[in-house]
């Protein structure tokens, strides 16, 4: 099984990252995507790859990062820091380490807008940074890991149209939670749909979880998103890669289908989006 999005080079895993890759394998788990928000997390989990054989890495510039603002997870409190995206800064980080095989975590993310910023000026600046982002990606030939927040109308849009100028990525919807009508379209444009723990809890969206039955296995993926989003019965505690199991389980109980199935095509999956031959 692969964790196809997951943060194990944040600083919430920096006393046992060890263990937590040796539960992983314990459960199954022998690959791992390590998703960058900013330049610092990009390239430690670019560097990562290097002494860690079943770790990739993604690259990219998360939108909550265009501002300083303070952030206010479940899982944890923050205050991010200001970066100014240098597109060739990250090409160059990209093309420095073989095993990095997304662009992103990038999109739009409307639910976090910070004090004294207007939702309007918060869009464009997004949309650029996410455009750019979106033109790295097709230049490296790379899939693209989309977050979207509040925003799946206006982020269909911007892949529509790089769609219809012929420059349209590969790529996931990064922790899919919006409605048929949007997965439809991200299915349309050739996209796979990632579901993480979320789709386990008791107070879960009916939609979603109709989404995910109705979904292709051959156009699905599981992920953690660790350190967040905690499934069943780990909610409230720390996620962490081992975790996937139980996101994969819960696809099977949707499906009606064998855990060894969901396994099987979701790996799958992954491996052909992020050649994870290399």
Sequence with gaps: MIDTHCHLNFRAFKDDLNQVIIRALKAGVDKIIN???QWDTSLRAAQMTNDKNNFYAAVGLHPIHLYE???DEEED????????????????????????VAIGECGLDYYHCPKGVLLEELKVKQAELFWQQLELAYELNLPL????????????????KAKRQGCLPKGVAHCFLGNKEQAKIFLDLGYLLSFTG??????VATELLEIVKITPLDKIMVETDAPYLAPMPYRGKRNEPSYV??????????KGISLAEVDKMTTKNAQGLFNLSK
């Design 69 to 71: 603002q303070e952030v």
């Design 198 to 203: 979320i789709i386990t809890f008791k107070n």
């Design 145 to 160: 890991i989309v977050h979207c927040r509040e925003a799946y109308n206006d982020l269909l849009n911007i892949l529509e």
């Design 77 to 100: 409190h923050f205050t991010t820091r200001a970066e100014i995206f240098n597109k060739q800064k990250y090409f160059d980080l990209a093309k420095s380490y073989s095993k990095v």
């Design 35 to 37: 998703v960058g928000s």
């Design 245 to 254: 199991v139980e996101v994969a389980k819960k696809i099977a109980d949707i």
